[in-house]
C-alpha cells in the first residue's frame, strides 16, 4: 500500500483549510508561471533536450475546409486506440466510423513490437468488419510483392494511406517519420524509445501482409488545430486537456531557431510546433509543488518528468484527490474524514479516478446526470451534499454509514480546489501561446509593449480547438480555465478567443496529414508517370479526390 502523508493537528488548528489554500495558485503567480512558460518555450524552439521539446511537425499550413478524400486513420491516446475511416466532404464537415480498442497496462508496458503488432491486428480487424473500404481495395499484396518492391507504395499504387496520430512526445524529422523521445500517461513499452514510430507501425502492416501504408504522423494536439481550423475555417492552438495535456500552435519558422539553416527556414512562412507543454517546468521552479504532487510524482513510472501535466490532466487529478483524502483519514489524533475508515479502493494507487471528482462536482451543481427533470426546483444544500455522499460510497467503496454529510462537503471542496488550480494553470499555456504569437499581451509587466507593439489579428476571433475528457466533461473547465486567461491577458482578447471542441479531432487531423502526404507523393510521382495513371494509382474508395489538383493547404 502506497504510504500516506502523516499529519498531525494541534488543538484549535484549522486543517482543513490549510490543506485546501495549498491549492490555491494566485494571480501572481499566474504571471509568473506564463512568463516562465514563455521563456522554456523559447529555450525548446532554440535547442534540443529541453523540458518544453518543441517540436517542429512539418506541418506548413493549415485547411481551409474544402479538402476531400478519405482515408484510414489509427489514434494511440493515452485511454483508448481508436481506428476510423474519416471522410472530409470538402465542405468543411466530414463523417466519420469507428471503432475503439483498449490497450491493455500489459501492452502499454510490454514489448514494443507487441504494442504495434496489437495496433496493425485492430486495423485489420477494421478493415475485415463488415462495411469495410476494403471492398474496393486492389487484392492483398502477397509476401514475394512486398519483399521484391523496395517500396511497397510502388507495388501497383496499391495501398490503403493511413495517418497515425500518436499521442506522446516524438521529434519528427518529417511528415511520416519521427523518433520517440519518451513515453507518457503510464506507458513505457520497451524498444520504443529513439525509434521511428512509423517505421514500427510500417514493419508491423508488413509482417501482416497487410496493403496498408503508413504516409503520416501527427500528434493529437496537432490533429485538433487541423480538424478544428478544417470545420470553422481559422485555428491558431489545438490543445488537449484530457488523460495527459499538451498543445500546438502556430508559429513563424525564422523563430524556429534550432532548424538551422534548413530548406524549411530558407522557405519562410509558418510551421505547426507541438510545444509538448506537459514537460513544461519539470524542475517545478515556478509550478505551485504541494506535498500531495510531490508523492504522486515520485510514485509515478516517470518522476520528475511531465510537470505540468501531473498537475492539470485527467490521468493525475483523481490521484491527486485521493492522496489528499486519504491523509485527512489519516490525521491524528482525531480523523478529519469518513470517522478514519479508508476502503481498498482509497488505499490503491490510482484508486480514484478523476471522473469521480466531475461525478462529485456535478452533484452538487445539479447538472449533467444530476440535471433536474423540473429547473424550477432547486434542491436544498442538504439535497445536494445527499446525492454527493452517494456518489463517495458508490465509487470510493465506503460503507455508507461512514460517510456524513460534512464529509460530503469536504471532498467537494478538495474536488473544486484540485480542478480550479488545474484551469488556472491551463489558462497559463493558453495565455503563453497568445503572447508568443503576437496575439495578446500580459495585462502586468508589459507597460513597454503595450505602447510600442501592435497586436497580430487586432480585433479578429483567435481560433482555439480543444478536446479531451476534462475539457469536454468536467463541470465549468472552461469558464475556470476563461476566467484566468481574462486575468492574465485583459477582457478584450478573452473575448475573442474562439474555443472549440475538436471532436474527433484526432482522426480528421490524421486524415488531413494523410492527404497532405498523399499529395506530395503523387507530385513526386508526377514527373515520372502519367496523370492518367496518377489518378488512378490510388484506390478508388480511399485517398484524396481531385487527386490531380496539388493546391497545398491554405497558409495561415
Ligand atoms: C503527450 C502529448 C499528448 C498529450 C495529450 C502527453 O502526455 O506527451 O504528446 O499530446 O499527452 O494526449
Not at 12 to 34: C, K, M, R
Not at 128 to 152: I, K, M, N
Not at 317 to 344: C, Q, T
Request: aromatic share 6%; glycine share 8%.
Amino acid at each position: 500500500m502506497p504510504q500516506t502523508h502523516a499529519i498531525y493537528a494541534h488543538p484549535g488548528e484549522d486543517l482543513l483549510s490549510a490543506v485546501l489554500q495549498q491549492f490555491d495558485v494566485h494571480d501572481d503567480h499566474l504571471f509568473n508561471i506564463t512568463r516562465t512558460f514563455l521563456r522554456e518555450m523559447w529555450d525548446g524552439l532554440e535547442s534540443y533536450g529541453h523540458d518544453m521539446a518543441m517540436i517542429p511537425t512539418f506541418v506548413r499550413s493549415t485547411p481551409d475546409g474544402s479538402e476531400k478524400g478519405t482515408f484510414l486513420a489509427l489514434d494511440l491516446g493515452g485511454t483508448n486506440l481508436r481506428v476510423c475511416e474519416v471522410n472530409l466532404h470538402g465542405d468543411k464537415t466530414f463523417s466519420l466510423r469507428q471503432q475503439k480498442y483498449k490497450v491493455s497496462d500489459a501492452l502499454k508496458t510490454g514489448e514494443a513490437t507487441t504494442l504495434f503488432d496489437y495496433l496493425a491486428d485492430s486495423v485489420d480487424a477494421f478493415l475485415t468488419d463488415s462495411g469495410s473500404p476494403t471492398c474496393a481495395l486492389p487484392p492483398s499484396l502477397t509476401p514475394r510483392d512486398l519483399t521484391e518492391a523496395s517500396d511497397p507504395v510502388d507495388v501497383h499504387g496499391s495501398y490503403i494511406p493511413l495517418g497515425l496520430t500518436f499521442s506522446f512526445p516524438v521529434e519528427q524529422t518529417a511528415l511520416d517519420s519521427g523518433k520517440l523521445l519518451t513515453w507518457t500517461k503510464g506507458f513505457s513499452a520497451k524498444n520504443a524509445i529513439g525509434n521511428d514510430v512509423v517505421k514500427l507501425l510500417q514493419d508491423a502492416f508488413d509482417r501482416k501482409h497487410m496493403h496498408v501504408r503508413c504516409v503520416a504522423l501527427v500528434n493529437d494536439t496537432v490533429g485538433a488545430l487541423l480538424s478544428r481550423a478544417y470545420t470553422s475555417g481559422g485555428c491558431i492552438l489545438g490543445a488537449i486537456f484530457g488523460t495527459g495535456t499538451n498543445g500546438a500552435y502556430v508559429e513563424d519558422v525564422a523563430n524556429i531557431s534550432k532548424l538551422g539553416r534548413s530548406e524549411e527556414v530558407k522557405e519562410g512562412g509558418l510551421m505547426v510546433v507541438n510545444t509538448e507543454w506537459g514537460g513544461f517546468n519539470n524542475s517545478r521552479s515556478a509550478l505551485p509543488s504541494t506535498p500531495y504532487d510531490k508523492k504522486v510524482d515520485r510514485e509515478s513510472i516517470n518522476p520528475g518528468k511531465q510537470g505540468f501535466e501531473k498537475f492539470i490532466s485527467g490521468m493525475y487529478l483523481g490521484e491527486i484527490a485521493r492522496n489528499v483524502i486519504v491523509s485527512l483519514i489519516d490525521v491524528a489524533p482525531k480523523s478529519l474524514l469518513f470517522s478514519g475508515h479508508s476502503s481498498k479502493q482509497l488505499n490503491k494507487q490510482w484508486g480514484v479516478d478523476t471522473a469521480v471528482l466531475s461525478e462529485v462536482e456535478e452533484a452538487w451543481e445539479g447538472i449533467g446526470r444530476f440535471a433536474p427533470e423540473d429547473s424550477s426546483r432547486q434542491p436544498s444544500v442538504q439535497q445536494k451534499l445527499e446525492r454527493i455522499r452517494d456518489v463517495i460510497v458508490r465509487r470510493m467503496e465506503l460503507p455508507p454509514d461512514s460517510v456524513s454529510l460534512d464529509d460530503a462537503d469536504i471532498i467537494r471542496k478538495i474536488c473544486t480546489h484540485i480542478a480550479w488550480r488545474a484551469a488556472r494553470l491551463s489558462a497559463c499555456a493558453v495565455a503563453a501561446v497568445l503572447v508568443q504569437t503576437g496575439r495578446a499581451r500580459l495585462t502586468r509587466g508589459d507597460e513597454e509593449a503595450k505602447n510600442t507593439v501592435t497586436l497580430v489579428d487586432e480585433g479578429k476571433r483567435i481560433g482555439v480547438g480543444v478536446d479531451g475528457s476534462l475539457v469536454e466533461h468536467y463541470p465549468y473547465f472552461e469558464k475556470k480555465l476563461r476566467a484566468s486567461l481574462r486575468v492574465l491577458v485583459g477582457d478584450d482578447v478573452e473575448h475573442r478567443v474562439d474555443i472549440g471542441l475538436a471532436k474527433d479531432g484526432s482522426g480528421v487531423g490524421a486524415a488531413l496529414c494523410a492527404l497532405v502526404a498523399c499529395r506530395q507523393n503523387i507530385t513526386k510521382q508526377y514527373h515520372t508517370v502519367s496523370e492518367h495513371e496518377v489518378a488512378n494509382g490510388l484506390p478508388q474508395s480511399l485517398g484524396p479526390e481531385n487527386s490531380t489538383c496539388l493546391d497545398p493547404l491554405v497558409r495561415t
